[in-house]
Antibody
Framework: EVQLLESGGGLVQPGESLRLSCAAS????????MSWVRQAPGKGLEWVSS????????YYADSVKGRFTISRDNSKNTLILEMNTLRAEDTAIYYC?????????????????WGQGILVTVS | ELMMTQSPATLSVSLGGRATLSCRAS?????LAWYQHKPGQAPRLLIY???TRATGVPARFGGSGSGTEFTLTISSLQSEDFAVYYC??????????FGQGTKLEIK
């Protein structure tokens, strides 16, 4: 069974940093691109960032580009999101999500498994 | 930039009834997914590639459409089906674009 477990959330002040982790289990991690998706209070789902299976390709939403960095450690089956210069509008539940299909070359995909989410509050 | 517009924002349907949720893309897309999201839970993939049910999804969930108009149909609504539903396009990335959601509530 696929499991994705986020950690590292919490309350920080504007301008501060936070590092989110997502521990993956139940599947072979490295062939799958992974993503972060967030949901602000009372709002819908918003894609934040994605990374290819190898880690060589990364993508960011304009709202976080230059402030957030996505990475992965395939030896530890872990996805990371480094968040710097946090703003009040970054307050959200952050979900880690797995691509539907493995891919040797990064391709757009939907997300077939999601973590339970971790709350980040910037205030 | 591509936009996905869902309608209605809120849909009230009786238990056992049929729900039809719409998703419109601002330009033609090929690949569409639907997710179910309940408070405090992880989003759940229901439909991918417009029409294919994800593993374990009951047959009462059906996806259809093409181009810019897509539909999620839920027949014989069960109590566990009341949730927020999102469409997502995954053709024209980045970004990966979600609709704003349709809240399905019990009438």
């Amino acid at each position: 069974e696929v499991q994705l477990l986020e950690s590292g959330g919490g309350l920080v002040q504007p301008g501060e940093s936070l590092r989110l982790s997502c521990a993956a289990s139940g599947f072979t991690f490295s062939p799958y691109a992974m993503s972060w998706v967030r949901q602000a209070p009372g709002k819908g789902l918003e894609w934040v960032s994605s990374i290819s299976g190898s880690g060589s390709s990364t993508y960011y939403a304009d709202s976080v580009k230059g402030r957030f960095t996505i990475s992965r450690d395939n030896s530890k089956n872990t996805l990371i999101l480094e968040m710097n210069t946090l703003r009040a509008e970054d307050t959200a539940i952050y979900y880690c999500a797995k691509d539907l299909r493995p891919a040797s070359i990064f391709e757009g995909s939907c997300f077939d498994s999601w973590g339970q989410g971790i709350l980040v509050t910037v205030s | 930039e591509l936009m996905m517009t869902q309608s209605p924002a809120t849909l009230s349907v009786s238990l056992g009834g049929r729900a039809t949720l719409s998703c419109r893309a601002s330009q033609s897309v090929r690949n569409l997914a639907w997710y179910q999201h309940k408070p405090g839970q992880a989003p759940r993939l229901l439909i991918y590639d417009t029409i294919t049910r994800a593993t374990g999804v009951p047959a009462r969930f059906g996806g259809s459409g093409s181009g810019t108009e897509f539909t999620l149909t839920i027949s014989s609504l069960q109590s566990e089906d009341f949730a927020v539903y999102y469409c997502q396009e995954y053709d024209n990335w980045p970004p990966w674009t979600f609709g704003q959601g349709t809240k399905l509530e019990i009438k």
